[in-house]
């Protein structure tokens, strides 16, 4: 049966306008680790306390990075946009790759919305800093915040209707802003040292009536039994599980591997993907590094875990210790107010590319005939899925709204161990596709083999090992169970894989049966360009 047929058309309509270069900056501003390390180190704190949290991430970062190379290797393998929905469905099965994608797809929509959440705090704390606390306050009211977010989502949906040649020319102003305001915060951290008790006094002895809050706050969490008792190899390993906010992301051009200039390089897609990875890597233990060499361990873990687990003896009322919290309310407020608003800028991306990556999974959904064809049209004037986009938008409202009316953190925590079951398989997609795919394996710029096995095995099974390891830290930490497994996630995850057994099946009779069409054959080779 020709492609034509089993195909919506001949080809995508996309055009392969991004370079390395824009690859790697739409992999690295998607991890954010500058903005999303606030609440994956704020998660490593809470709940293992014995962690050395620089070395935790760095350690995180290698295990994602196996994962983020075999992104790499599938993508130049088959360079098509669509994400890890085309090599599953291609390498395992239709309905496992269309399970799997419904899975990671509806968790990055959740995890967009805590995004939102963070890029709408950023906006607040840099009114703060910028000495604007009366409309920092009105923005963080409930149902301002929400607002605020929504406005978010809809400039986010524009810019991706206009196309990715506007959108990259917006990202090298938001990458330069930042760089410029991440090296300046890494800077700021560094430099309090031992000033900083003096600094964190200055602004708390006024909120607390105390002479020497510091200590105080110290105390406070040694009567709670909140007290540091060393650091521990198990502690820390186990907190990598909170790197992934900080690094996840770093493979999201793989869902448009289509419109990257040769695409199907090698080269390109690791430069790119676990590049970013590990520079996002650097970039979060750097933050905690410096973070936790200002503040100090005791205290630091102290007085998270007191705000976190016994609130109502916390002394700061809404002051969240965390990082951002710390430079808008200790640093100097000019100079402050002009790198937060950077990192603020550069955090909104964002919200455009979580948009990218699930439009060009609907994309790819239907140019194999599982959704209606209609979701497949391109924009003459923008080369865009705009009723993919749109309808984007929409969950993403949704999502948000559960989000601002919930706890941000719990609804984080289910995400990423929703996230981790479609990244597991991914990892299976890597080891198995020389074997599945051998014809299309052959004919790569992938053909590296290591001892005699293909390297995309290779470190698809380091990458599985890791995962898993995750998976498990969530569900044998019952603290973090509580957080984040329960019905509903268990529904969601195993809902998402009925729904893609459905559908395809579903899909595959309605074709056979409406025009003569049997879809399956469209899975035994690579999309047209």
């Not at 650097?282 to 007191?306: E, H």
Request: net charge positive.
């Amino acid at each position: 049966m020709s492609s034509s047929k089993v195909f919506v058309r001949d080809s995508t309509g996309l055009v392969r306008t991004l370079s390395t270069a824009d690859a790697l900056w739409i992999n690295l501003t998607s991890a954010a680790p500058y903005a999303t390390s606030i609440f994956g180190i704020l998660l490593m704190i809470q709940y293992f306390p014995g962690a050395y949290v620089p070395l935790s991430i760095i350690i995180g970062g290698l295990g994602w990075a196996a994962l983020s190379t075999v992104y790499a290797f599938l993508s130049a393998a088959m360079p098509r946009s669509g994400g890890e929905y085309v090599y599953q469905s291609r390498v395992l099965h239709p309905t496992l790759g269309l399970g799997s994608s419904f899975n990671i797809q509806l968790w990055i929509l959740t995890f967009s919305a805590t995004n939102i959440f963070l890029v709408v705090q950023l906006f607040t704390r840099f009114l703060t800093a910028a000495g604007q606390s009366d409309l920092s306050n009105f923005v963080s009211q409930t149902n301002n915040f929400f607002i605020a977010g929504l406005i978010c989502i809809i400039v986010g949906s524009a810019v991706m209707i206009v196309g990715l040649r506007i959108y990259t020319k917006l990202q090298w102003i938001c990458v330069i802003l930042a760089f410029v305001a991440t090296v300046a915060v890494i800077f700021v951290l560094f430099s309090w040292g031992a000033a900083f008790p003096t600094l964190f006094n200055n602004y708390a002895n006024p909120v607390m009536n105390s002479s020497d809050s510091y200590n105080q706050i110290l105390n406070l969490a040694h009567q709670n039994g909140y007290t540091f008792n060393g650091y521990d190899v198990g502690s820390t390993i186990a907190a990598t599980v909170g790197t992934v906010s900080g690094v996840a992301g770093s493979w999201w051009s793989n869902y448009s591997a289509g419109e990257i200039k040769r695409g199907n390089s090698a080269k390109v897609q690791l430069l790119s993907l676990p590049g970013a990875t590990m520079l996002a890597a650097a970039i979060m233990a750097l933050i905690a590094a410096g973070l936790q060499y200002s503040t100090g361990w005791d205290f630091l873990q102290g007085i998270v875990r007191l705000q976190a687990f016994s609130p109502s003896v916390y002394p700061l009322g809404s002051f969240a210790p965390t990082w951002d919290y710390f430079i808008a309310y200790l640093g100097n407020p000019a100079v402050v107010s002009i790198f937060l608003f950077g990192i603020f800028a550069a955090s909104f991306l964002l919200v455009p590319v979580n948009i990218l990556a699930f439009s060009r999974s609907v994309f790819a959904w239907s140019f194999d005939r599982i959704l209606p064809e209609k979701l497949t049209g391109v924009s003459t004037k923008f080369g865009t899925p705009t009723l993919a986009i749109t309808i984007c938008a929409i969950l993403t409202t949704a999502l948000w709204y559960m989000t601002v009316y919930t706890t941000v953190l719990s609804v984080l925590a289910a995400s990423i161990l929703g996230f981790n079951v479609t990244l597991a398989i991914v990892a299976v997609t890597g080891i198995l596709f020389p074997y599945r795919m051998k014809k299309t394996y052959e004919a790569s710029t992938i053909k590296w083999n290591i001892l005699g096995i293909p390297a995309v095995t290779l470190v698809g099974l380091v990458a599985l090992i890791f995962i898993l390891y995750q998976i498990y830290v969530f569900l044998a930490y019952p603290s973090l169970a509580a957080l984040a497994v329960s019905s509903l996630t268990g529904g969601v995850i195993i809902g998402t894989f009925v729904l893609g057994f459905v559908l395809y099946y579903g899909a595959r009779a309605y074709r056979k049966a409406k025009d003569g069409i049997d879809i399956s054959f469209g899975f035994k080779e690579i999309p047209p360009e």
